[in-house]
Every structure is written in structure tokens, then in C-alpha cells.
């Protein structure tokens, strides 16, 4: 029986839920395994959507996504993937010319969503495995700026398919000195809750993020804050649709809801892991990332293996690893999954090349050293 399995016991006339210890199992860059208790929010009987009790539950979860933003402006909430959001951030923000930095797969969609939208979009390509830099950002605005206003850039945070940190805060800094009318839109999928980004105080108009990775929800809302004045934007852009239009969404807000039908189990999912994410304390939260991320690269570098994400920008929530001994990660996954763990392989043209250890989410020490243990086993039956 699984661990997050949760039982049925009669007690009289009662049917309580037992919730099992949480067991890590995945350790892929999401979906990321979801606690037990957070799982078992989604089976709560039903409630409308325009009820007092869910709207009760909206506000409480919005107040406290302001907190983990780090924003006095909104956060909208969207039964959606983050990659909704990627287009709704280009739908709403940008009519004339955006300039997207591609330093991966995640960047690249971004960019492909704004030509998708029929955009003037830029696209700035950064190595792989290298982080996006203020002074690229800076070349970049220079050498567009030339030609006219530029709307937004776009950049993402966290590379999920490389495992490499953009410096953020620089680059909104860099943007904002050199065109400060320039929106600055930042996909944060999988480093949100699993390391702090201040919206307010690093001047990002648009974070975004989604909750099946660092959140450890289960997949289906995407939530992104929204800054006054990217919002005052957003009204003198044609185009914007309906499901994802921003002024729309702000209309709702204030009502407490939702324009659409909202995702109301997940929410209910939300509202828990919030509390279990305040009980932790965030702060605790981002230092055990950041202690388990290091753990991680410890143990790659001590068996003989490389780091693939440039030295001085590696994530804090998924480390990419050089396949330097050439094992078979086929095998190895296939060797894990006797253990009830998984791990992934290197992301498109680095499969096999590299495998990724996502340690995000609700991942703890004992579980980084049950899959070391396992790992370690395999890799002796390598010699």
C-alpha cells in the first residue's frame, strides 16, 4: 500500500479520513508528490461557486498568496497551466514589440506564445545551461530601443529543463533604468514558494507561476501578481480575449471569485497546503530548498559526475546533472522504481546527455538520502 494512501476507519456512525506520513516518490520537476491532507481537501463535498463559503475560501487563499508574492497588488488565481498564463501576460501587456530572452525550453515556449499571439516578438537567444544576464538585457533593450518603445521582455526565472537561476532582481533593474516604461514579465513555474522573489521590491510587473512543482499541488491553477501599473496597461490593449483578460479577472477579484467557473477541489487543495506552507514558515521553506539543493550537487560532484547549469547561477529547486560516466538513466529510473522513487532524464536534446533531481516541494533530507542511498546502490553495480 502506498504511504500517500488514505483509509477509510468507521468510528460509530463517523467515516474520518486517516492521512498516512508523506513519502516522497517523485523527484522529477513536476508534477512533485502532494501531501496526503492536501490530497484529501479535493474529496469535501461540493459548494457553489457564487456561495458565501467559497468565496470565503478565495479570499483567504488570495490574502495569503500576497504574502508568498510579496506583493500589496493582486495575484490572480486561474484553473489553468502556467503557460495559460505566459499567453496571458502577452495578451494583456503587449500591442506593439516584445523582446523574449531564450536561455531554454520554458523561455522558448514564452516566445513562441507571443508569436503565436501575432506579436512583434524579439527573440534574444542565451546559451543553454547559462543564466540570462543584466548585460545581455541591457545590449538587448539598446539595440530594440533604436527601432521604437519596446512594451515587455519576458524571461524566466527558473530554467526547468536545465536547471539554471536567472538573476531577476538585476535584470528588472536594468530594465527599469534603461526604459522604465518596458514591462518586465517573469515566468517563475518552478522556483515559486521553493525560494524568495519579493515582487514589490525587485519591480516585477508579472510573476508567474503554477501549482504542480515548488507549490506541491496537484496540477491545474496558475496564479501570477499582476503590478497597477501593468494593469493600467492592460486597458489600452486591444485583444486581450476573456478568459485570461486581466481587467476581467480584476472585476472578479474584488468580488472575491472568479469570472468562470473556478477549479473549486483544487482550491480547497490551495487553501490547505497555504496553511501546512505558513505552519513551515516560508523562510524555513527556502532554506530547506536551498540546503537540499546543495546537497544535491554535493552528491553529483562526489560520484563523479558534472553540473550541467553555469557555476554561481544553479537552481534551488531542480539540479541538472552531466551524464559524465555514461550511465544508463533508463536503468536507472527502472532500478528506482523498485524503490517507489523516480528521477528524470535530461530535457530534449540532453536526454541521456544529463538527468534532472527536482528536490522541490515537500522534499525533506531523510527523502534526499533514501534516493542517494538507492542511487548509490545502482552506481556500484555499474564497476
Known amino acids: 500500500m502506498q504511504d500517500h494512501t488514505i483509509d477509510m476507519l468507521a468510528a460509530g456512525d463517523d467515516v474520518q479520513p486517516v492521512v498516512a506520513p508523506h513519502r516522497q516518490r517523485l523527484f522529477i520537476p513536476g508534477p512533485t508528490d502532494v501531501a496526503a491532507e492536501v490530497l484529501a481537501a479535493q474529496t469535501a463535498p461540493m459548494i457553489g461557486h457564487r456561495s458565501d463559503e467559497f468565496e470565503a475560501l478565495f479570499a483567504r487563499c488570495e490574502a495569503q498568496l500576497q504574502q508568498l508574492f510579496e506583493t500589496s497588488a493582486r495575484v490572480y488565481i ?11 501576460a502577452i495578451r494583456n501587456l503587449v500591442s506593439g514589440r516584445v523582446i523574449s530572452f531564450v536561455n531554454g525550453a520554458f523561455s522558448q515556449r514564452w516566445y513562441s506564445v507571443a508569436s503565436g499571439c501575432d506579436k512583434a516578438a524579439i527573440r534574444v537567444d542565451v546559451p543553454w545551461n547559462t543564466a540570462v544576464k543584466p548585460e545581455q538585457v541591457a545590449d538587448a533593450l539598446h539595440a530594440a530601443l533604436a527601432d521604437g518603445p519596446v512594451d515587455a521582455i519576458t524571461v524566466v526565472h527558473n530554467e526547468t529543463s536545465t536547471g539554471v537561476m536567472s538573476p531577476v532582481a538585476e535584470i528588472a533593474a536594468t530594465v527599469r533604468r534603461i526604459s522604465p516604461e518596458t514591462l518586465v ?6 522556483s515559486f514558494s521553493g525560494v524568495r522573489i519579493p515582487v514589490d521590491a525587485w519591480g516585477i510587473d508579472v510573476l508567474l507561476t503554477s501549482s504542480q ?14 503590478s497597477d501599473r501593468a494593469l493600467a496597461r492592460a486597458a489600452d490593449v486591444k485583444g486581450r480575449g476573456w478568459y485570461f483578460d486581466f481587467l476581467t479577472l480584476e472585476k472578479a477579484l474584488k468580488k472575491n471569485t472568479t469570472p468562470a467557473t473556478p477549479a473549486i477541489s483544487l482550491m480547497r487543495s490551495l487553501g490547505v497546503q497555504l496553511d501546512r506552507i505558513f505552519a513551515e514558515g516560508v523562510e524555513a521553506r527556502y532554506a530547506r530548498h536551498a540546503r537540499l539543493a546543495e546537497r544535491t550537487r554535493r552528491w553529483a560532484v562526489e560520484n563523479g559526475f558534472d553540473l550541467m547549469a553555469e557555476r554561481g547561477y544553479a537552481s534551488q529547486t531542480v539540479t541538472t546533472v ?48 533514501r534516493l542517494f542511498a538507492a542511487m548509490n546502490e545502482f552506481l556500484a553495480g555499474q564497476n
Not at 486561474?78 to 496571458?88: D, F, K, M, R, W
Not at 499541488?217 to 501570477?224: H, K, R, S, T, V
Not at 550511465?327 to 517507489?340: E, G, M, P, Q, T
Open 213 to 226: 512543482k515548488a507549490l506541491a499541488l496537484p496540477p491545474g491553477l496558475a496564479f501570477c501578481s499582476v
Open 185 to 190: 514579465l517573469v515566468d517563475a513555474v518552478s
Open 322 to 369: 552531466t551524464n559524465t560516466r555514461s550511465i544508463s538513466v533508463k536503468a536507472l529510473n527502472a532500478f528506482l522504481a523498485r524503490h517507489d522513487m523516480e528521477i528524470s532524464n535530461g530535457y530534449g536534446d540532453y536526454k541521456d546527455k544529463a538527468f534532472r533531481i527536482a528536490h522541490m516541494g515537500e522534499v525533506q533530507d531523510s527523502d534526499m538520502e
Open 78 to 88: 486561474v484553473a489553468a497551466s502556467g503557460t495559460g498564463l505566459q499567453e496571458a
